[in-house]
């Protein structure tokens, strides 16, 4: 082959290939190096990649690829969402005794409701909410199998942490509304990263095209933020922090960390987890925090790609686990 069309293929790789950096500042950027490879590779055969990972102590920028993009991010926007419920909850804890900023009672207080996620005794200490069959809607979740037809909105918020819980979701959106959850972002200095819609089955042409939107350096940093207590106040990002911590879904880039599915909020050999994921069809999503001996990382990734065959699913999975390995390596 010539060299001027091999080096004609090659500028034409380098074009379609990702935006991307990782910063100087780590080892010369040999940590980070395989993730990078293994998604620069995925993008040359058709999938959009987007992704950034941030440094929680000093916020140094370790990885990004075309992580300024707003991007399909599937179930990553009902941490917006959560955010809302979790700021109401701790402005009643607050004001023990004013109006309920979470829109009353439905039903009585539910004494049982874990003690981190409890507002001050009272009458309103915890709203109960009912399901609807407007609210059903299937795919994650586990409310929608189980019996009991009403919950405190603490216990929603915490389905809607562990299982992703769809129901459970639609449910605390009719109580707070899209609105606020957009307000709220906003608020927090979102511009590319909004909850657009409840969860549907079928999206028909005068809905939303997705249930949320994101961008990778708003979401690495939204969830430092997290870490750090930043969002809104302490106490609301505990709480949220708490919910996701919760979070049961290890098949992407956390994957690569060894760590329990069901319980992974505390330290296990030093590494520690609160995440957040999305699955759609041709989407795969993660946001997180790990901490380990020597550091912590806030990171965001989204895969776009032709969901066809297990194999192109299979290879996305594996890509996200890979930059996973990087960012233990790099926490420890």
């Known amino acids: ?65 075309d992580d300024h993009l707003s991007v399909p991010t599937a179930s990553i926007g009902k941490v917006l969402l959560l955010i809302e ?70 216990d929603l918020a915490a389905l809607v942490g562990a299982t992703s819980d769809n129901l459970a979701t639609n449910v605390l959106l009719r109580r707070i509304g899209l609105d606020a959850v957009r307000t709220r972002a906003e608020s927090l200095g979102l511009k590319r990263t909004l909850l657009l819609d409840i969860v549907r089955d079928e999206r028909g042409p005068d809905d939303a095209p997705q249930l949320s939107v994101g961008s990778a350096r708003e979401l690495a940093s939204l969830f430092r933020r997290l870490e750090r207590g930043e969002i809104v106040d302490e106490a609301t990002s505990r709480l949220v922090v708490g919910w996701l911590g919760l979070n049961s879904d290890l098949s992407m880039v956390a994957g690569a960390f060894g760590l329990d599915p069901l319980a992974h909020l505390d330290a296990d050999h030093g590494v520690a987890l609160f995440n957040k994921t999305g699955t759609d069809s041709g989407v795969r999503s993660e946001a997180g ?8 990382v806030s990171y965001a990734v989204t895969m776009r790609f032709n969901d066809s065959s297990i194999s192109a699913r299979l290879a996305v999975l594996d890509a996200m686990r890979t930059l996973g390995t990087d960012v233990l390596e790099y926490i420890f």
Do not use: Y
């Not at 935006?19 to 040999?30: N, Q």
């Not at 189980?146 to 919950?151: F, S």
């Not at 925090?289 to 912590?296: D, I, K, Q």
């Open 1 to 65: 082959m010539p060299d001027s069309i091999r080096r004609r293929a090659r500028a034409e790789r380098e074009e379609q290939a990702p935006r991307g950096r990782r910063s100087d500042a780590v080892d010369d950027g040999i940590v980070f190096r395989k993730g990078f490879a293994s998604l620069t590779e995925l993008a040359l055969s058709g999938v959009q990649v987007t992704a950034c990972a941030i440094d929680l102590a000093d916020g140094t920028v370790l990885f990004s690829v």
């Open 85 to 154: 419920v979790a700021a109401r909850i701790s402005a009643r804890d607050g004001g023990r005794g004013g109006r309920d900023p979470l829109g009353g009672v439905e039903a009585a207080g539910h004494a049982n409701a874990p003690r981190s996620a409890r507002p001050a005794p009272g009458p309103e200490a915890l709203s109960i909410l009912n399901r609807t069959p407007h609210d059903s809607v299937a795919d994650s979740g586990l409310w929608r199998h189980l019996q009991v037809p009403a919950l405190p909105i603490a």
């Open 289 to 296: 925090v790990v901490t380990g001996p020597r550091a912590g």
